[in-house]
């Protein structure tokens, strides 16, 4: 109810622009709905430099139901992430005891402001559902342990390979789950621990096990156990490099500067779970400009982290939900670098699951030795050691309480500002501007923003600063060249063309930059230039009816009006229009093909809504 609430305003939220249209607004598959040509592309292509079929039938299943209504979307999203909550409660209940601690342990998780990012963006529904069947997986592997069978180990696996195809984020299940079996259900026989030690971490246990026997296996056992999933992890590693290698892999950063930016990175995520500020959609990688000092002083934090964990690994939780924390990063933290950020806020979604069970059982733990330490002075001294332990308990409830829901209300404070900031694009992008320093996207996505505003001349000048801060990227040159062309200044707008062709790696971006660079020589006079560049601009993308129209026109002005022919006609091919059959008319005219010339112009008339309009153009 509080995940819901707090939620609430982001159902009157739009869709964003970064991604949304790639999985939603622009991408016909999905807008299909749930169809049987949806499933089979949502299980054999690489788009969006993903293979997550779970992940295109849930937006194509909420197409079906909301069409492209935004509210239906985020809707979808919230519910996932308050049942995500729900269900890490009820799992670290049934697995420890524990009901204050699991109860904060997932409240921390819905109400921090660093899962907005997962919860908000529609694009990252694929989080929220790798995370729901990593939960349902985790949760059936207590129920395994009790009884191991095949069966229900299928069960396991069978969640496991879906949550991969949601997002191969949780492809460290089987890590986790070896975690799971030290600490709370404590499989993972110890030569020197005995079999039924029950410790005060974990009350469940001594119940479970007296009602059930669950067994306790060693280490190689319970290694080899998880070798299946492990197979599984290894197949959906294979399958996202080469998904990756379709657009998502970067190797431009150095090996080094990914090894300081992961060291850095683990330190700020430790930062923005106790202090989460300045959270953005888009961080960018520094590449070699991290500070010496800065990287050897996160070495030094996470050394010093890890030796203490170390330490008080009597207190098993320690250890897990540092180890938590720490390996389910890895597949996150850059050291394979997937596109060009330098961290996320929702790469933290599953991982700080584990900070958050150190924090809440170690604030309790601490409240419990010092409540023992009055337990003993009682001991020593009746009279004032009972009356003091009995307003010690009453106090230190009253505190924890009083602070766990400060806590928690602060949280929300946070969350719901940073949920105002994806109320609209322009909002989104200029915070991040604020919050960041460098990044090419903000600037890109901005002036994206503004320019569906209709405010041009503000978004050519954040279009002009992303090109300074990253020359590399074609769009921001397509937007200048197309504000240029607009304002007729054609002799610009094809030099930054050209800048969009040398650095562009997309096909259809290239195609455009080629077409429109024709319609620009058009415009000047020189066809050879425009003939050249238009022909590129079919070999690259035929289907696009403008750009083979544009051909034509060149064509047909250099005297080839065979080659116009044929242009104008594939034109009509890809999508018929009154102008097209016209054009297409006056060419066979010229040519002396009078019959064709009328077949052509009847065609039009039945196309045109207004066939007088039509011949003027």
């Not at 280490?219 to 197949?235: G, Q, R, T």
């Not at 197309?482 to 971006?509: C, F, W």
């Not at 079919?538 to 750009?547: A, F, Q, S, T, Y």
Request: charged share 15%.
């Amino acid at each position: 109810v509080a995940t819901a609430v707090l939620y609430y305003p982001a159902i009157h939220h739009p869709f964003v622009n970064y991604d949304d249209d790639g999985y939603v607004t622009e991408n016909h598959h999905v807008q299909a709905g749930f169809t049987w040509d949806t499933v089979a592309w949502a299980f054999t292509n690489y788009d969006q430099a993903n293979w997550h079929p779970v992940t295109w039938l849930s937006h194509a299943l909420d197409c079906q139901l909301f069409e492209l209504n935004p509210a239906g979307h985020h809707s979808t999203n919230v519910l996932l992430h308050a049942l995500n909550a729900a269900l890490l409660f009820w799992i670290l209940l049934q697995a420890t005891g524990f009901m204050g601690r699991s109860f904060m342990v997932a409240a921390l998780f819905a109400l921090h402001p660093i899962n907005v990012e997962s919860v908000v963006w529609i694009a990252e529904r694929k989080n929220l559902l790798s995370m729901l069947f990593f939960l349902l997986a985790l949760g059936v592997y207590r129920w395994y342990a009790r009884q191991p069978r095949p069966g229900r180990y299928s069960i396991i696996a069978f969640l496991f390979a879906l949550g991969l195809m949601a997002k191969p984020q949780v492809i460290t299940l089987p890590f986790v789950l070896l975690l799971w079996d030290y600490w709370p259900l404590r499989r993972m026989a110890l030569g020197h621990q005995a079999a039924f030690d029950t410790p005060d971490d974990c009350p469940a246990l001594a119940k479970t096990r007296l009602e059930r026997g669950t067994p306790q296996r060693s280490f190689s056992h319970l290694l080899l156990e998880k070798l299946p999933l492990v197979a599984l992890s290894a197949i959906s590693a294979v399958i996202t490099v080469k998904a990756q290698q379709r657009g998502g892999l970067n190797p431009e950063v150095s090996l080094s500067a990914r090894l300081a930016n992961a060291a850095v990175c683990y330190a700020r995520y430790v930062g923005k779970a106790f202090w989460p500020t300045r959270l953005a959609p888009m961080y960018p990688h520094p590449g070699n400009s991290l500070a010496k000092w800065e990287v050897l002083a996160a070495l030094l934090f996470l050394l010093v982290v890890t030796a203490l964990v170390i330490a008080g690994r009597r207190h098993r939780y320690l250890p897990v939900g540092w180890l938590w924390f720490l390996g389910t990063l890895i597949p996150m933290i850059g050291l394979v670098q997937v596109g060009r950020q330098a961290m996320a806020d929702r790469y933290a979604y599953l991982p700080f699951i584990g900070l958050f069970i150190m924090i809440c059982w170690g604030v309790a733990d601490c409240v419990v030795a010092s409540g023992r330490w009055l337990e003993r002075r009682r001991s020593e001294s009746p009279a004032a050691g009972a009356e003091a332990a009995t307003r010690h308990q009453s106090i230190g409830t009253i505190l924890l309480a009083t602070v766990c829901v400060g806590v928690l209300m602060a949280l929300v404070a946070v969350a719901h500002r940073q949920i105002d900031y994806w109320g609209d694009n322009v909002t989104l992008w200029s915070h991040t501007l604020q919050v960041t320093t460098h990044n090419y996207e903000a600037e890109e996505d901005l002036g994206e923003a503004l320019l569906a505003k209709g405010e041009q001349a503000d978004a050519m000048t954040h279009f002009y600063q992303a090109t300074e801060i990253d020359p590399s990227r074609a769009l921001p040159h397509m937007y200048i060249a197309a504000y240029d062309q607009q304002h007729g200044k054609l002799q610009e707008a094809i030099e930054q063309y050209r800048k969009a062709i040398s650095v562009g790696q997309n096909k259809s971006t290239n195609a455009r930059a080629f077409g429109n660079m024709g319609h620009a020589y058009l415009d000047l006079g020189d066809m050879a230039q425009a003939r050249e560049s238009l022909q590129e601009a079919v070999r690259l993308d035929p289907h696009k009816m403008e750009i083979w129209i544009d051909l034509g026109l060149a064509k047909q002005k250099s005297g080839d009006l065979a080659g116009a022919i044929q242009a104008y006609s594939e034109g009509v091919k890809v999508k018929s229009t009154d102008v097209g059959y016209l054009l297409l008319a006056r060419a066979f005219e010229q040519s002396g093909r009078q019959d064709e010339a009328a077949m052509a112009t009847q065609r039009a008339k039945v196309l045109s809504a207004n066939f007088a309009e039509a011949q003027r153009i």
